[in-house]
């Protein structure tokens, strides 16, 4: 399984939007993607503007698959744009 970890600081007047559009891309991925199995959007506690993305496919074809997908092309760039500073994205192998 490919799984993705991404931590993004969202401008503080942009929190309502950034949780929206998280909220619509994360419901239309679990609805139109079976092979992603989890695509969580959290926010932290004690630091305000940090969200994590969890993100876990069954494989590089269901990442692959998401990345193409209509919404996340219409749905990343706005979200893009309520971002304070560059996303950091990580990779990693399921393992259990």
Do not use: W
Request: charge should be negative; proline fraction near 4%; hydrophobic fraction near 40%.
């Amino acid at each position: 399984m490919t799984v993705f970890i991404a931590t993004l600081t969202v401008k503080q007047e942009k929190a309502a939007d950034f949780e929206r559009l998280q909220t619509e891309l994360s419901e239309l991925t679990h609805e139109h993607e079976p092979d992603t199995f989890v695509y969580d959007v959290i926010k932290h506690r004690e630091k305000p503007g940090t969200y994590v993305v969890y993100a876990r496919f069954k494989d590089e074809a269901a990442f692959n698959l998401h990345m193409e997908t209509e919404f996340h092309d219409r749905l990343v760039p706005p979200i893009m744009e309520c971002l304070d500073g560059e996303m950091v994205l990580e990779f990693f192998d399921h393992v259990a």
